[in-house]
């Protein structure tokens, strides 16, 4: 009987470990991650810096191009702000991820916007996940204050 409790623990823990994959709105060429938005009311990311000022954050959906995408597992991401400024984008809760081939795509992200202070430890970490090498990793030596992104869903268009 115990032998069959532990069995039936194990493929319960099993079954709840679901990898399912997105879903695809075949007409449309739309591809959903995290929780169900849509495409209505969003604002140009180039908009981004404009809507922060004077603000901590802001509750905000927005729309542009993904320029780099985390290539260990597409954990965050990156948003062209215009002006050589970018935006990195996580997941809220770190529950979904998008494509690793996402970089050039249009998306829509919906979440809180802020400014936020990245450590050195963290900097790295994040080269490392972009592919950089030991010598671009070793140059990163000081913080950064750069726009972030938590979202909590993301519409990939898949064109």
Same mark, same amino acid.
């Given at each position: 009987?115990?032998?069959?409790?532990?069995?039936?623990?194990?493929?319960?823990?099993?079954?709840?470990?679901?990898?399912?994959?997105?879903? /695809?709105?075949?007409?449309?060429?739309?591809?959903?991650?995290?929780?169900?938005?849509?495409?209505?009311?969003?604002?140009?990311?180039?908009?981004?810096?404009?809507?922060?000022?004077?603000?901590?954050?802001?509750?905000?959906?927005?729309?542009?191009?993904?320029?780099?995408?985390?290539?260990?597992?597409?954990?965050?991401?990156?948003?062209?702000?215009?002006?050589?400024?970018?935006?990195?984008?996580?997941?809220?809760?770190?529950?979904?991820?998008?494509?690793?081939?996402?970089?050039?795509?249009?998306?829509?992200?919906?979440?809180?916007?802020?400014?936020?202070?990245?450590?050195?430890?963290?900097?790295?970490?994040?080269?490392?996940?972009?592919?950089?090498?030991?010598?671009?990793?070793?140059?990163?030596?000081?913080? /950064?204050?750069?726009?972030?992104?938590?979202?909590?869903?993301?519409?990939?268009?898949?064109?």
């Amino acid at each position: 009987m115990k032998h069959l409790l532990s069995l039936f623990c194990a493929v319960l823990v099993l079954a709840s470990c679901n990898n399912s994959k997105p879903e /695809e709105k075949k007409e449309s060429g739309l591809l959903y991650f995290g929780d169900s938005i849509t495409t209505d009311g969003a604002t140009e990311a180039t908009q981004l810096i404009s809507l922060l000022e004077a603000k901590d954050s802001i509750p905000v959906k927005l729309s542009g191009k993904i320029t780099n995408v985390c290539q260990k597992k597409g954990c965050w991401m990156k948003m062209d702000l215009g002006n050589n400024q970018s935006l990195r984008v996580t997941f809220k809760d770190y529950a979904f991820f998008v494509p690793k081939d996402a970089g050039g795509k249009e998306v829509i992200v919906e979440g809180y916007a802020y400014n936020d202070t990245i450590s050195v430890e963290e900097l790295k970490h994040y080269a490392e996940d972009a592919g950089s090498t030991k010598e671009e990793i070793e140059k990163i030596t000081e913080p /950064e204050v750069e726009f972030s992104f938590e979202a909590n869903g993301v519409i990939l268009k898949n064109e």
